[in-house]
């Protein structure tokens, strides 16, 4: 017989987690997560394919313009990343991302329905992408915050590796699923397919039955203060603090490289686009390998010490991938990107599941609306340096930037608590109540290490 804890509505503390399962996937809220995730990742992958050919087929857009719809996917996170934490501290993170699925749904479906209406323009495409951004700016930490009530801290590890593992899966499968639903439909059509698979996963999340803590109810106090609150919790705490800043260096260069790459490879050394394609496609193999082996590495090494070995077997390739060239140095130069973004992905899984172990539930949604933030932001100026560097001293040069950047990205973690981690798992948050200062904000309890 089951007994339920009756929780009152001033108890803010998550519900205690149900029995683990052996496996994540026989958990039903897990299950339907990820299968929603599933949906809508491979959605994402269409749109970001699509989009930009519907302007360029059906606008005839010029390259500016395809340009403008690239800044707009992203700007949003910097428009609302930061007060997104603290309006979804008032709001249901599962409600939330519901609502921001139907929404994205129906901003791209309008874009067929205009299209076979004739009416469609690029003012229409602007609004929608930068509409769609501000949703996706929601639902990202929405989800991010959500995870560890649904599933319980001590099993993020094995959760974030699945899905991350999805993630990287859907990146290397997903743009030539993409291109193959563009070729036998048309732009406009496959944006119709997006549309369903967000529809898709509002209709699979809404079936999770399983509750999560009540939203904290408004205290009054101006916006300004609960993000500045977010923003000193992460900075003044010495586990969020190093991750901040090994995210923010790794997204900067990681920019940088992704910007240079098709300059040096396609246009100064004259390789092909597939080739190309070939290069990038590597780097998705890398992040999925990374993601399926983090929790193993994590569980019998430890936390910190793989990721600092890690670190440690990824510093030379960086250097391989800066010698790209004619010949078999393209080929060491992959092998090269494999080596760095399998350590990305590996951090990607192990990093996320700290933050999300150490950072109270109260704190979670500004806590992942300030990383989102400081992560989405360095993208805009990674794009200007390469700009700079190229105009100044030359592709060459910029990929050099990248590349050893790339490979000192993770020294931040090296003078950081992060180093002695153990197991994920062990880590009990402590911190603030929402709205409370920097200095209880950066005491956590380590537990084990």
Known sequence: MTIRRRIDVRDRRPPAPEPSPSSLFRDDGFRKLFSAAAASTVG???????????????LDA????????????????????????????????????????????????SIPLAWWLDLLTLTQL?????????????FDVAALSYLPSLVGRDRLVDANSKLVSLE????????????????????PVALAIDAATFLWSALVLRRIRRPEPPPVPADGRPL???????????????????????????????????????????????FSAGMLGLFFSCGGVGVLLGALTARRFGERLGVGPTLLVSGLLSTPAGFLVALVDRGGWLWVAMLGWLVLTYRIGLDNVLLVSIRQRVTPDPMLNRMNATMRFLFTGVLAIGAAVVGVLGEVAGVRVGMWVA?????????????????ALRAADRIRPAGPRPGTGQRRAGRSRLSGN
Request: no cysteine.
């Open 224 to 270: 300004w203060r609960g993000v500045g609150a977010g923003i000193r919790f992460v900075l003044g705490h010495p586990l969020l603090r190093p991750i901040a800043v090994t995210g923010a260096a790794t997204n900067l260069f990681l920019q940088i490289a992704t910007v240079t790459l098709p300059l040096l490879v396609h246009r100064e050394l004259g």
């Open 126 to 138: 602007y609004v929608v992408v930068l509409l769609t951004g501000v949703l996706t700016v929601f």
């Open 44 to 58: 994402t992958q269409v749109s970001f394919v699509a989009v930009p050919l519907v302007a360029v087929i059906a």
């Open 62 to 109: 010029t390259p500016g313009q395809v340009g403008l719809l690239g800044v707009l996917k992203t700007v949003a996170f910097l428009l609302v990343g930061l007060p997104a934490g603290v309006w979804l501290d008032r709001m249901r993170r599962r409600g939330v991302m519901i609502g921001t699925d139907l929404a994205r749904a129906v901003l791209l479906g």
């Open 403 to 419: 590349a050893l950047g790339l490979a000192f990205a993770w020294l931040p973690l090296v003078v950081s608590p992060v180093r």
């Open 168 to 187: 990287a899966a859907a990146g290397v499968a997903g743009p030539s699923l993409a291109g193959f639903l563009v070729q036998v439909t048309a732009a």
